[in-house]
């Protein structure tokens, strides 16, 4: 139990349950929701348990409950309605903060069971779409804010892989449908951010398209070999930090003048790095979507 992180500050708590720390402060005096302990220094720490329950309150005052009331509920009643809550209206946030838990505590039957629950009502389409994308959004920032390390990251974004994997096996056993478009998805020399290709790797053979999944850190001149065998490839990247918005028209002009001789071949783009692409100066060749959304749209 060594990795479980037991005390978070108050920026913690804002940052896990979006509720400003002013306003936790408030609660907790007003309302005696909460009993920190002190540092040394006389800075707040609070426990597990007052993570969950802070939660556990967000989503209530998010369903229409006043803090008031909330504040007069007896404490082991709190979880009941919060479940009455979740199976009413299949609250995504519950699940975004059970999973959240998940991580924290690197707790891998949290994220199974959670998981296993959103299964029971929800396609992996719509987990992945309305839960999955979300909490990968807030994971950004919590780890810009120093709230979780590196390696609660990696730990709950591989377990999102594996569920990726096993809905994507499941259609690889399909013969593709579509013959129009041959889709080849990799991410650049240097990019390892992989999950969201792996995704639209998903989607891409629930089209009916044939897709070859190359992977991470591959240079242009690995791609020829491709072309010896397909004729009107896609090729699909991600560029989350690589190319860089210094070496991006390098590595578009360099794309087309090795992997687009004949005039094709197309590339379509994701990605942080999207932001810094001039559309206006784009060859035809090139395409680029600010979401998944955005492209699995225009497979359709």
Same mark, same amino acid.
């Given at each position: 139990m060594n990795n479980v992180k037991k005390l978070f500050s108050i920026r913690d708590m804002e940052?896990?349950?979006?509720?400003?720390?002013?306003?936790? +402060?408030?609660?907790?005096?007003?309302?005696?929701?909460?009993?920190?302990? +002190?540092?040394? =220094?006389?800075?707040? =720490?609070?426990?597990?348990?007052?993570?969950?329950?802070?939660?556990n309150i967000t989503l209530l005052y998010h369903n229409g409950y006043k803090i008031s009331k909330i504040a007069k509920l007896p404490e082991s009643e709190i979880p009941v309605i919060v479940r009455e809550i979740v199976a009413k209206?299949?609250?995504?946030?519950?699940?975004i903060n059970a999973f959240k838990l998940s991580m924290i505590n690197f707790d891998q039957t949290l994220f199974f069971n959670t998981y296993n629950i959103l299964l029971a009502e929800r396609s992996f389409r719509d987990i992945f779409n309305e839960v999955f994308i979300p909490l990968l959004n807030e994971l950004g920032l919590l780890w810009q804010t120093d709230t979780i390390s590196p390696s609660h990251e990696h730990f709950i974004t591989n377990l999102i892989k594996q569920k990726v994997y096993i809905n994507t096996e499941k259609l690889q056993l399909i013969e593709p449908t579509r013959k129009d478009k041959v889709f080849a998805l990799?991410?650049?020399?240097?990019?390892?951010?992989?999950?969201?290709?792996?995704?639209?790797?998903?989607?891409?053979?629930?089209?009916?398209?044939?897709s070859i999944y190359l992977g991470q850190t591959m240079p242009i001149e690995n791609l020829v070999d491709l072309l010896k065998y397909y004729d009107n490839l896609h090729f699909v990247s991600y560029f989350t930090v690589s190319p860089n918005k210094d070496e991006i028209g390098k590595y578009i002009q360099q794309f087309n003048t090795t992997l687009n001789q004949s005039g094709n071949s197309k590339l379509w783009i994701l990605g942080h790095q999207v932001q810094h692409i001039s559309q206006q100066t784009l060859p035809d060749s090139i395409k680029t979507f600010n979401s998944i959304e955005k492209l699995t749209n225009s497979l359709a």
């Amino acid at each position: 139990m060594n990795n479980v992180k037991k005390l978070f500050s108050i920026r913690d708590m804002e940052n896990l349950s979006g509720i400003k720390a002013h306003t936790i +402060r408030i609660w907790e005096k007003r309302y005696n929701l909460f009993s920190p302990e +002190r540092t040394s =220094t006389n800075i707040r =720490t609070y426990s597990l348990k007052s993570l969950q329950k802070l939660l556990n309150i967000t989503l209530l005052y998010h369903n229409g409950y006043k803090i008031s009331k909330i504040a007069k509920l007896p404490e082991s009643e709190i979880p009941v309605i919060v479940r009455e809550i979740v199976a009413k209206n299949s609250e995504k946030s519950h699940a975004i903060n059970a999973f959240k838990l998940s991580m924290i505590n690197f707790d891998q039957t949290l994220f199974f069971n959670t998981y296993n629950i959103l299964l029971a009502e929800r396609s992996f389409r719509d987990i992945f779409n309305e839960v999955f994308i979300p909490l990968l959004n807030e994971l950004g920032l919590l780890w810009q804010t120093d709230t979780i390390s590196p390696s609660h990251e990696h730990f709950i974004t591989n377990l999102i892989k594996q569920k990726v994997y096993i809905n994507t096996e499941k259609l690889q056993l399909i013969e593709p449908t579509r013959k129009d478009k041959v889709f080849a998805l990799f991410l650049p020399e240097n990019e390892i951010h992989e999950l969201g290709l792996l995704y639209l790797n998903y989607e891409i053979i629930l089209k009916g398209y044939k897709s070859i999944y190359l992977g991470q850190t591959m240079p242009i001149e690995n791609l020829v070999d491709l072309l010896k065998y397909y004729d009107n490839l896609h090729f699909v990247s991600y560029f989350t930090v690589s190319p860089n918005k210094d070496e991006i028209g390098k590595y578009i002009q360099q794309f087309n003048t090795t992997l687009n001789q004949s005039g094709n071949s197309k590339l379509w783009i994701l990605g942080h790095q999207v932001q810094h692409i001039s559309q206006q100066t784009l060859p035809d060749s090139i395409k680029t979507f600010n979401s998944i959304e955005k492209l699995t749209n225009s497979l359709a």
